[in-house]
């Protein structure tokens, strides 16, 4: 394998793991809406 | 220095909460100060069913409705039939990822003329519900809730105007039975249906029929006396059998001599349409009020003839209330 030809895998593994790693991430991340219609006490 | 409290305001049970602690209705969170909703796009049931399902008898018979439900009630009846979803926690559920505009364009693509906010208590997903019906009503697609109407007037007429029905669960007129079996008051449901009257909202009431609990011949008579008075005589009102379940298995099936028996006494208190369900017989037919022809007859949620047209029975041409197009 020449040069440029594992410059080319490295890149991709590289971007598929990042793809993967934020894939992840936002898949686990919290999606919590705001509630309407509370307010807080003793402020 | 002490974390500040939340005070929910969307039901009647006011719940204040600290932090991380969630509401009794197990879909609110307090979080920093903050109350979260966590069900807001994760249905935990999704279906298409018939319109007649909800029950709504009287809004566009022989349609479909797009129907979604999360985890979650205001209420703890222990007679519920859908207890696994309505007394569950969201985390405790299978839960797909459905925000708003998925939801509308599902019911869309497969031809649903109205979505459904029912099986739990939608008032635990309001903020899924609004956003929801909002872009559903751009687009011309009706929406309707079956709700105890266990909800506080602020949220109730905010989300008003974008809501075109409700079929709302009264389960008795006693403050006793809200109180011992379901876990909440009465009175607050009571101003919840004067309130949907005034915005507009077209209304059916669903009645569980519960042995020894809510079968006496007074209870029958308060409440269709109640929703005559205060309704309106052309609000459909709907007996339904109840079937062992829950926390009532020790309770019989009701007896179809007492769901007749309830249809008889509503008649008789000046209610035009009043039905029996989850049972096979003629009362699940519709009868012009005024020539008392059979003008829609169901068998189950089968619509097997209709002759109401432009919102009139076909044979006297009398004005049938209702959501007809």
Same mark, same amino acid.
């Given at each position: ?5 594992? #410059? %080319?895998?490295?890149? &991709?593994?590289?971007? @598929? +793991?990042? #793809? %993967?790693?934020?894939? &992840?991430?936002?898949? @686990? +991340? ?5 509630? &309407? ?7 | ?325």
């Amino acid at each position: 394998m020449d040069r440029r030809g594992f #410059l %080319g895998i490295m890149f &991709m593994a590289a971007a @598929g +793991a990042w #793809l %993967g790693v934020r894939g &992840m991430w936002k898949r @686990g +991340a919290p999606r919590l809406r705001e509630a &309407m219609h509370y307010r807080r006490l003793g402020e | 220095m002490a974390k500040t409290k939340i005070k929910c305001e969307l039901c009647p049970s006011y719940c204040e909460l600290g932090d991380y602690q969630k509401g009794s209705c197990r879909a609110r969170i307090a979080v920093d100060g903050k109350l979260y909703s966590l069900v807001y796009g994760k249905p935990c049931a999704a279906n298409i069913d018939p319109i007649e399902k909800k029950p709504f008898f009287h809004l566009l018979p022989a349609t479909t409705a797009f129907s979604i439900a999360t985890a979650g009630c205001t209420l703890s009846c222990k007679f519920c039939q859908n207890w696994q979803i309505s007394q569950a926690s969201p985390e405790d559920t299978d839960n797909a990822d459905l925000p708003p505009a998925n939801v509308v364009e599902l019911a869309r693509d497969n031809d649903c003329r109205t979505i459904s906010y029912t099986y739990t208590e939608p008032t635990v997903f309001y903020e899924y519900m609004l956003d929801t019906a909002r872009l559903a009503g751009e687009l011309g697609i009706k929406n309707t809730m079956h709700t105890c109407g266990y909800i506080n007037p602020n949220p109730l007429m905010e989300l008003s105007p974008h809501i075109d029905a409700a079929n709302v669960d009264l389960k008795s007129m006693s403050p006793d039975f809200y109180q011992d079996v379901c876990g909440g008051k009465l009175k607050p449901v009571l101003d919840a249906l004067i309130i949907m009257r005034k915005e507009g909202l077209w209304i059916e009431i669903t009645n569980l029929v519960l042995p020894t609990l809510n079968d006496s011949t007074e209870e029958f008579k308060k409440l269709s006396g109640w929703v005559a008075q205060n309704l309106g005589p052309d609000t459909p009102v709907h007996f339904s059998r109840f079937f062992p379940y829950y926390k009532l298995k020790n309770l019989p099936s009701t007896p179809p001599d007492t769901l007749k028996k309830a249809r008889e006494t509503a008649m008789a208190e000046g209610l035009h349409y009043v039905y029996i369900g989850n049972m096979r017989s003629d009362a699940e037919n519709t009868y012009c009020h005024s020539c008392k022809k059979l003008i829609i007859e169901r068998m189950g949620y089968y619509v097997a003839k209709m002759m109401v047209r432009d919102g009139r029975c076909e044979y006297c041409g009398t004005s049938i209330p209702g959501i007809w197009k």
